[in-house]
Structure formats: structure tokens, C-alpha cells
């Protein structure tokens, strides 16, 4: 029988399928949809593309979407479950994925940036603790959401004649003509690339941007390191999209702003390598963040 591992973000669900292989991709998860069900029917598309049709013994998930009511979370892998015909459902949040495929040890700290953001530190004694990840309303500071955000606030403050000039306000885009959309959050974050180019071409409202979500993510680093028992160095990885995208010109001024106690380490893996493992090998530290369903 197949492990199945899936990493589900808000701009895409991927699917990796064991031994083989095979990968697919569903829908990303949306703001304000029915989480479950959306959740299924992207599971669903996901697994249908890759081909998988027989029962699996195994499947393991991160998701953006993960439900923060237990009866919720227990409902959805247990939908999952009758889905795939899967012996065992281990689901939980993507910040685990993202931890477990970064750092194979199980010990340091881990931050997500994508179009949200979310931290994660496991301390050796398997205790572990959240920063951020509250959502693009009251928190994933310095995330790609939050940089294509004051983007955009700079587009219209430039163009209402209430802020400075920026080379930002030549984009065609209308941020008000966002608002309908449902995919509102990914639409927004998808404006953090512009704002990176336009700094890098010396627009100084962007690289006020970008140096403020660098201050953001290094304040979240620092929180989560200084949660951790000890004086000696903590391993940090970070990884996403938006670290992937920005390179140094986000990273430099981050680095510049950590603790001592931060060691920025190359993450080892993925998001999808984080699920890979929790479908492949028993859970480790991670085993109080998994809602656990097997079938009878």
C-alpha cells in the first residue's frame, strides 16, 4: 500500500505520492470557504490527478487551512480517511510540515513565509511553541500578504496625492477592484514580488516596505528563539516562497536584526518533505501537534 503526504497552502494543495513518486496539485485554500469541504474536494482533484485509486496505508497533512476547532479537525480526517480509503490520517497544521522537513533533528526553530507567515519552535524536551500564524486580519507579520498589502496602501496613498511618490503606482492594478475576489489574500500577496523589484530598483517606498517586513520577521525569530531552554544556539531555518523569492535583499536586513542565539541553518527540506516524513516515520516531537484518525 501507498503513503501519500500533501502540503496545503493557500496558493496550492501538492500532493507527493510513496514510493513512486508521482505528484499533483489541488486548489490552495481559500478565506471564507467551508473549510472541510473545500478542503476534500481539493484533496480530491489533487489525488485523482496523480492517479491514486487504490486503499493507502498512510496519509499525512499540513495544511494553511487546518481547522482550530478539535471537532472540526477531527471531522475533516476523518472525511480524508473515507476519501482516500487510508488505514491512517495524521493532519495537522503546515507550520509542523514546514518544521519537520526543514529540521531533521526535531530542535530549533522554523519560520514559513508565503503568503502568510507562521513560526514554529520545538525545544529538545519535545515542547514546542507557536508565533504568529494569526491570519493575514491580525498577524502573519512581514509575509508576502503583508508586504503586497502596504504595497498596494502605498499605490492608492500615491495616487490619492496623500503619501510619497512611487514607482509602485504604475502598476494597471486597482486594488479596489480586489475586494470581491475570493481569492482576495492570494490576489494581495501575488503584489509582493512588484514591490521587491521596485525596490531593488531604489524606490525608496518599497524599500521602506521590505525593510519593515524584515524587521517584522526578525522580531518573530527572536520571540521563538527566546522561548527555547538555554544560552546555547538555536538552529533557524527559513523557508517558503517569499525567502525563495526575495533572496538577500530580504535576508540581509533580517539577519542584521537577530539575537545572538539565532544560527539562520539551510533548511534540509520542504514543506512536502515535512509530510513525506510524518507519512514514512513515526511522529517524533510532533506527535501532540497531529490529529491522528484510523479507520476500524
Same mark, same amino acid.
Given at each position: 500500500?501507498?503513503?501519500?503526504?500533501?502540503?496545503?497552502?493557500?496558493?496550492?494543495?501538492?500532493?507527493?505520492?510513496?514510493?513512486?513518486?508521482?505528484?499533483?496539485?489541488?486548489?490552495?485554500?481559500?478565506?471564507?470557504?467551508?473549510?472541510?469541504?473545500?478542503?476534500?474536494?481539493?484533496?480530491?482533484?489533487?489525488?485523482?490527478?496523480?492517479?491514486?485509486?487504490?486503499?493507502?496505508?498512510?496519509?499525512?497533512?499540513?495544511?494553511?487551512?487546518?481547522?482550530?476547532?478539535?471537532?472540526t479537525a477531527r471531522k475533516l480526517a476523518e472525511g480524508i480517511g473515507e476519501l482516500l480509503q487510508a488505514t491512517e490520517v495524521r493532519l495537522t497544521q503546515d507550520m509542523v510540515t514546514a518544521h519537520a522537513g526543514a529540521l531533521p533533528d526535531g530542535y530549533g526553530v522554523v519560520v514559513a513565509a508565503g503568503t502568510g507567515?507562521?513560526?514554529?519552535?520545538?525545544?529538545?524536551?519535545?515542547?514546542?511553541?507557536?508565533?504568529?500564524?494569526? *491570519?493575514?486580519?491580525? @498577524?502573519?507579520?512581514?509575509?508576502?500578504? $503583508?508586504?503586497? #498589502? =502596504?504595497? !498596494?496602501? /502605498?499605490?492608492?496613498?500615491?495616487?490619492?496625492?496623500?503619501?510619497?511618490?512611487?514607482?509602485?503606482?504604475?502598476?494597471?492594478?486597482?486594488?479596489?477592484?480586489?475586494?470581491?475576489?475570493?481569492?482576495?489574500?492570494?490576489?494581495?500577496?501575488?503584489?509582493?514580488?512588484?514591490?521587491?523589484?521596485?525596490?531593488?530598483?531604489?524606490?525608496?517606498?518599497?524599500?521602506?516596505?521590505?525593510?519593515?517586513?524584515?524587521?517584522?520577521?526578525?522580531?518573530?525569530?527572536?520571540?521563538?528563539?527566546?522561548?527555547?531552554?538555554?544560552?546555547?544556539?538555536?538552529?533557524?531555518?527559513?523557508?517558503? *516562497?517569499?525567502?525563495? @523569492?526575495?533572496?538577500?535583499?530580504?535576508? $540581509?536586513?533580517? #539577519? =542584521?536584526? !537577530?539575537? /545572538?542565539?539565532?544560527?539562520?541553518?539551510?533548511?534540509?527540506?520542504?514543506?512536502?518533505?515535512?509530510?513525506?516524513?510524518?507519512?514514512?516515520?513515526?511522529?517524533?516531537?510532533?506527535?501532540?501537534?497531529?490529529?491522528?484518525?484510523?479507520?476500524?
Amino acid at each position: 500500500m501507498s503513503h501519500l503526504a500533501f502540503d496545503g497552502g493557500q496558493s496550492a494543495l501538492r500532493l507527493r505520492v510513496l514510493p513512486s513518486g508521482t505528484t499533483a496539485e489541488g486548489p490552495g485554500y481559500a478565506h471564507g470557504s467551508n473549510s472541510v469541504q473545500a478542503t476534500l474536494e481539493a484533496i480530491r482533484l489533487a489525488s485523482e490527478k496523480a492517479g491514486v485509486s487504490e486503499p493507502v496505508e498512510v496519509v499525512a497533512l499540513g495544511l494553511t487551512g487546518f481547522p482550530q476547532d478539535p471537532a472540526t479537525a477531527r471531522k475533516l480526517a476523518e472525511g480524508i480517511g473515507e476519501l482516500l480509503q487510508a488505514t491512517e490520517v495524521r493532519l495537522t497544521q503546515d507550520m509542523v510540515t514546514a518544521h519537520a522537513g526543514a529540521l531533521p533533528d526535531g530542535y530549533g526553530v522554523v519560520v514559513a513565509a508565503g503568503t502568510g507567515l507562521v513560526c514554529l519552535a520545538v525545544d529538545r524536551d519535545g515542547s514546542w511553541y507557536k508565533v504568529d500564524g494569526h *491570519g493575514y486580519m491580525f @498577524g502573519d507579520a512581514g509575509s508576502a500578504f $503583508a508586504i503586497g #498589502r =502596504a504595497g !498596494l496602501v /502605498a499605490v492608492q496613498r500615491a495616487r490619492d496625492g496623500r503619501g510619497p511618490a512611487t514607482t509602485l503606482a504604475e502598476t494597471e492594478l486597482d486594488p479596489i477592484a480586489l475586494y470581491p475576489s475570493p481569492t482576495l489574500v492570494d490576489d494581495v500577496a501575488r503584489f509582493a514580488p512588484e514591490v521587491l523589484r521596485r525596490a531593488a530598483e531604489d524606490d525608496l517606498v518599497a524599500q521602506d516596505i521590505v525593510l519593515r517586513a524584515a524587521a517584522d520577521i526578525a522580531e518573530t525569530i527572536a520571540t521563538a528563539v527566546g522561548r527555547l531552554a538555554g544560552n546555547e544556539p538555536v538552529p533557524v531555518a527559513c523557508v517558503g *516562497g517569499l525567502f525563495a @523569492g526575495a533572496g538577500e535583499q530580504l535576508a $540581509a536586513p533580517m #539577519r =542584521a536584526a !537577530l539575537p /545572538a542565539r539565532a544560527h539562520l541553518t539551510e533548511a534540509a527540506g520542504n514543506s512536502l518533505d515535512g509530510a513525506e516524513r510524518l507519512a514514512t516515520a513515526p511522529p517524533g516531537p510532533y506527535a501532540e501537534l497531529l490529529v491522528i484518525h484510523r479507520s476500524r
